[in-house]
């Protein structure tokens, strides 16, 4: 079986911060009456990780021949046929978590292990992560990062005493901006936000403050001593990522985020384009305005795509081609390949 660009079934997970912008906006459809926070557009999860089940919690495909089968499946069967020389975490795992999230409230104020506590603690897991802003409301922010000089124990005092939102960074945001938030970063998204995730594959939060919000009539469980041990106070206020563009004449792409992870570049192709796809690795597409198409040797049909989708290029595929089918702007997610250390 030829491979081709493959698309998948959302996993939409219902928080008590989430709204309906996933539909409104992106057009996925929702199920009634339930606030759905994120849109797990391509994952991958050992046994355990995200649930108490003992299978993988994996991507369904979508479209073409292998519809039906799992993006776990897909790696067992294929291997660098699918992902290429990108190392796969302990050998197994695809190592991308790709979502969209709606917060129609502030998510909790928190952070996310670092390498050094996830190794020391069974069940934790390293979370590196970019927002890429979509839609907001008038006046949106997010929180990011503490301001200068503010230490651990200034920071504790705070958190006890109610304070904390004083010390971190409020920045207002816009379409088309991104956000960088290495692991240990102190962050929450803001109400009224919708946002393109990339991120490690890791559902590991540790919360700090919640807004005093409660759920089920009673507050969230806090994890400040879990979240004391990641945060480096020494990192907290670092400049976001310079972005760097290159233009051709039907295309222009935009760096966005580099890490020793992934790379996140925002393209723009216009109408009418047809060329040959260039990559020997594999890429995720997260489509944010426009449709396109990609043809595959020895596949039938075209894969089509728009809005809201996401596609993952496997590695290898025979002669592929896309035509854009308008003018089209997509998220493109690239890995670091093996003994290539960072992107570059």
């Known amino acids: 079986m030829s491979l081709y660009p493959l698309k ?11 709204g309906r912008k996933l539909q409104s906006v992106l057009g996925k459809p929702l199920p009634e009456g339930k606030p759905i926070g994120e849109s797990w557009e391509l994952y991958d999860f050992p046994p355990g990780v995200v649930d108490q089940g003992g299978q993988w919690v994996s991507s369904e495909i979508a479209n073409g021949p292998l519809a039906g089968r799992t993006l776990h499946q897909l ?3 294929y291997g660098p046929a699918l992902h290429g020389n990108v190392p796969l975490l302990d050998g197994r795992q695809f190592p991308i978590l790709v979502k969209y999230l709606d917060a129609r409230e502030d998510l909790s104020l928190q952070v996310h292990p670092t390498r050094e506590y996830a190794n020391a603690h069974r069940g934790s897991h390293l979370k590196t992560e970019a927002w890429y802003v979509l839609q907001n409301d008038p006046g ?18 705070a958190i006890a005493g109610g304070s904390v939102l004083e010390t971190v960074n409020a920045v207002a945001v816009k379409p088309g901006q991104c956000f960088f938030l290495p692991s240990g970063t102190v962050h929450a998204l803001g109400e009224g936000i919708l946002v393109a995730e990339v991120q490690t594959p890791s559902d590991t939060t540790f919360r700090i403050f919640d807004f005093d919000r409660l759920e089920n009539g009673k507050p969230r469980k806090m994890h400040v001593e879990e979240a004391m041990q990641c945060i480096d106070f020494d990192k907290q206020d670092e400049p976001e990522q310079k972005r760097a563009h290159t233009a051709g004449f039907f295309t222009t792409v935009t760096r966005l985020v580099t890490s020793e992870f992934f790379k996140v570049e925002k393209v723009r192709f216009v109408e009418g384009v047809e060329e040959a796809v260039p990559y020997d690795q594999p890429v995720v597409w997260m489509m944010l305005e426009g449709s396109a198409e990609v043809r595959v040797g020895g596949v039938k049909e075209p894969t089509r795509f728009g809005r809201g989708e996401t596609v993952l290029l496997p590695a290898r595929m025979k002669d592929p081609v896309i035509k854009t089918l308008s003018d089209c702007v997509w998220l493109e997610v690239t890995f670091p390949t093996a003994g290539s250390g960072e992107l570059t």
């Open 8 to 18: 998948f079934k959302p996993r939409l997970v219902e928080k008590i911060w989430g």
């Open 75 to 77: 790696i067992e069967e």
């Open 140 to 157: 949106a922010k997010l929180y990011r990062g503490l301001k200068p000089g503010v230490r651990r124990e200034q920071f504790r005092s």
